[in-house]
């Protein structure tokens, strides 16, 4: 789906290859594929046509950037908007003046509430805070059982209800109990409701009144569709929201919804939940939240670090061999620490549309980058750039020297055959200029 | 019939004026109206950017009582293909095996629980099988959902290997002469590939036991979800064959309409839908209804 996302925008862009001024014309063509962009992600219809109207009114009759095509200018105003409307600055919990800060969790059922307290009281418990849990949910069977269970393996204490007693009454309890104990945190977990719940959602206003939460967190899961907006305002109106988590992040869900939910309620989204691990949580990045929804991989920033990291004389350099077919190991060790210098492998990988269109064993990470290198260094310069001598004695002494095994190396050489022959191919099409990165223009 | 009134109740004030436009734009015999505001209504019900068009396209250029032309092509979509033939919910063996699959927290244990239920009620005996030995309190879920539809539970303790608690599972259940077994599984996002080699390993094992198991496999979908639901009826479908999908929290305001996106591109039956947290809130689907509350 991003593939097929980030193609088409490329398709559009391609139509902008003019210089000078963003017209009307052009302008309008591009955001017809944003628009599509961002409703296949699921932004909630009325947002997406009043972010483009913003968007088309900030891009007309912008000058252009000698550097760039009109076509990534374009990317780069909808891509600066859509992180600034998710939120520029990292919107941290807010501690009370007075221990225990009290965060109260609500949302609709199976948004993640549980897995997020338990997250959540992971990460201060790893700072050395004393953390209690409140079992607020006293209707789904085992939910109690369910946090009690991840209490015990992350090391917290935990309130439960006693037979018939009530949320706000439970939590109540616990609060007082949590002060006493000197615990410098209370997360409040309570049943999943939904938003029309009229009994319901009066039950999570007594609890919100009793329990006075410093901090009250609406858990989102990140697929939501056109909904979200119709829950968070629910909600917001019911309970004063502080901000936002969005779960279930790990998926392939663009996450359209943050933009929703931003865009209609004004708050915050805080924390997004990556995995079923009590470890699995992560700090809200707009720049990043802004390039998963557009499904596009983050172009602007490609550019921009391109520009800044990689050595051009080195680029042309290893352009032109590669054009002539001259690609050795010592060429591929050469580009794989430009790649280095320009950030984790995942990331640039992130960057870079159609990347996931890469052969399967080429996706390769960080750690195996590092023992492609120690592969690479283990060879003879004559090796380096006469592959073929690599008979099996001399794979085993490689694999010995850069402590690997022999089954790496081979993979490594295979991988190189591969790029040299994707080269080829590509060589082919781009014709003399040899450009390696214009997908996106 | 009346399974989608809160589903009016609760909706924003926005659609209803929506709706009424459209009432009027489909009269109007106004094509430029009619795309925008269909869209719009489309759009809203999360039915999807493509789905939405499809739709739109085989109706403003055609002739006749375009509502009913367009309630007649979205009932030709979620009627059509494997949707054709009536569902029986007929069990065809002893026992009859039923696998349900899904994403965290989209309903499926709460399913096998109305499921169990449902039967019982019919007389059937019913064992519900612990898939889910990786959530905290998972299997204790499951075992209370037993005790509400007074049917049997198998389990093993929590870490255990799930493809083994299925196949244990069906052992005792053709030992024990059950008519049916529903396998609950744990929750698991479709792009993990490690996890979904788990749910076919499950599937392979029980056809260890005779390749008619399982009967039928389910996919849980959440109605509050938007397009992901076409990644997760694809990747699903790859990895354990479905045979239909069953949409929970339908009871809200969500309107579900990613199952028309999903019934475009996979051809799989709606064959329950859930209404509630309740033990009877599971309703056969009815494609009318659906399709009213998505336009109403
Ligand atoms: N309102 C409503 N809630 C539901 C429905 N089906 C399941 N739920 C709730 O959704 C939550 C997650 O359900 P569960 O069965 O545990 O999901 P699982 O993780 O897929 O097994 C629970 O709180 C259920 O009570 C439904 O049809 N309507
Ligand atoms: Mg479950």
């Given at each position: 789906m991003f593939e097929e996302i980030s193609s088409k925008l490329d398709a559009a862009f391609k139509?902008?290859?003019?210089?000078?001024k963003l017209n009307e014309k052009d302008v309008t063509a591009g955001l017809r594929e944003i628009r599509l962009a961002l409703l296949e992600a699921d932004v909630h219809f009325k947002v997406v046509k009043e972010f483009l109207a913003n968007v088309k009114e900030r891009a007309v009759g912008q000058e252009v950037l000698d550097s760039i095509s009109p076509g990534q200018q374009l990317v780069k105003i909808v891509n600066d908007e859509l992180v600034k409307l998710l939120g520029g600055q990292r919107a941290p919990i807010r501690l009370a003046s007075q221990p225990p800060t009290v965060v109260l969790l609500a949302g609709l059922q199976g948004s993640g509430k549980t897995t997020f307290a338990a997250k959540l009281a992971q990460r201060y418990i790893k700072r050395d805070k004393r953390v209690h849990l409140v079992?607020?949910?006293?209707?789904?069977?085992a939910a109690a059982d369910q946090l009690e269970q991840l209490a015990k393996q992350i090391g917290a204490s935990i309130t439960r209800g006693e037979e018939g007693e009530l949320p706000d009454s439970i939590a109540a309890r616990a609060i007082k109990k949590a002060a006493g104990d000197l615990q410098d945190l209370v997360i409040v977990d309570t049943a999943g409701r939904l938003h029309v719940d009229e009994d319901l959602m009066k039950e999570i206003e007594r609890v919100h009144a009793v329990a006075k939460p410093d901090e009250t967190l609406l858990v989102v899961d990140?697929?939501?569709?056109?909904?979200a907006v119709n829950v968070a305002t629910s909600f917001q109106e019911r309970i004063a929201i502080d901000g936002f988590v969005l779960t279930?992040?790990?998926?392939?869900?663009?996450?359209?919804a943050a933009l929703s939910i931003r865009h209609v309620t004004g708050k915050p989204i805080k924390f997004v939940g990556t995995g079923e691990?009590?470890?699995?949580l992560e700090d809200f990045h707009p720049d990043r939240m802004a390039n998963r929804i557009l499904g596009m991989g983050d172009v602007v920033g490609l550019v921009e670090k391109a520009a800044q990291s990689v050595d051009m004389e080195k680029a042309a350099h290893l352009a032109d061999r590669m054009r002539r077919q001259q690609f050795t190991l010592d060429d591929f060790a050469d580009q794989l620490s430009q790649l280095k210098k320009m950030g984790p492998l995942d990331q640039i990988m992130g960057m870079?549309?159609?990347?996931?269109?890469?052969?399967?064993?080429?996706?390769?990470d960080d750690k195996a980058m590092g023992r492609t290198e120690a592969i690479i260094s283990s060879m003879t310069p004559l090796e380096r750039s006469e592959?073929?001598?690599?008979?099996g004695s001399r794979r085993k002494r490689i694999a010995r020297g850069s402590g690997t095994s022999v089954q790496e190396v081979n993979q490594l050489l295979k991988q190189f055959d591969m790029i040299k022959k994707m080269m080829k191919k590509m060589g082919g099409k781009r014709g003399k200029k040899g450009r390696m990165t214009p997908r996106f223009q | 019939m009346s399974f989608f009134k809160n589903l009016r109740a609760g909706l924003a004030k926005t659609r209803d004026g929506l709706v009424s436009s459209l009432k009027k734009a489909v009269q109007k015999d106004n094509n430029e109206d009619l795309r925008e505001t269909l869209e719009e209504v489309l759009i809203m019900g999360d039915v999807g950017v493509h789905a939405a068009d499809r739709i739109i396209e085989s109706i403003a250029?055609?002739?006749?009582d375009r509502w009913e032309l367009l309630q007649q092509e979205m009932l030709a979509i979620l009627?059509?293909?494997?949707?054709a033939e009536p569902y029986?919910?007929?069990?065809?063996?002893?026992p009859h095996v039923i696998l349900l699959v899904g994403t965290n927290g989209s309903g499926k244990t709460t399913t096998a629980g109305k499921l169990a239920a449902k039967y019982a009620a019919q007389g059937k005996r019913v064992i519900l099988a612990a898939?889910?030995?990786?959530?905290?309190a998972a299997i204790e879920q499951l075992a209370v959902w037993a005790k509400r539809a007074d049917v049997e539970v198998i389990s093993q303790e929590r870490g255990s290997d799930a493809a083994s608690v299925a196949y244990d599972a069906l052992t005792a259940a053709i030992a024990r002469g059950a008519d049916l077994l529903i396998v609950d599984t744990a929750g698991r996002l479709q792009n993990r590939s490690n996890l979904m080699e788990e749910l076919a390993k499950i599937r392979r094992v029980l056809k260890?036991?005779?390749?008619?198991?399982?009967?039928e496999t389910f996919l849980v979908l959440d109605?509050?979800?938007?397009?992901n639901a076409l990644s997760q009826a694809k990747l699903f479908h790859e990895a354990v064959a479905l045979d239909g999908l069953i949409v929970t929290k339908?009871?809200?305001?969500?309107?579900?309409?990613m199952i028309l996106a999903v019934r475009q591109e996979v051809d799989l039956p709606v064959r329950y839908v859930g209404v509630?947290?309740?033990?009877?809130d599971l309703m056969p689907f009815a494609p009318e209804d659906f399709v009213k509350a998505l336009l109403d």
């Open positions: 139509k902008l290859r003019g210089r000078g079992a607020g949910d006293i209707y789904r069977p990140g697929m939501t569709g056109q909904d279930k992040m790990d998926g392939d869900a663009r996450g359209g691990g009590v470890d699995a870079i549309p159609g990347a996931a269109k890469m052969p399967k064993g080429m996706k390769v592959p073929v001598i690599l008979n | 250029g055609r002739e006749g009627g059509g293909g494997n949707g029986t919910a007929e069990l065809r063996g002893k898939g889910d030995t990786y959530r905290a260890k036991h005779g390749e008619e198991y399982p009967h109605a509050t979800i938007g397009q339908l009871d809200g305001t969500a309107k579900g309409g509630g947290e309740g033990i009877d």
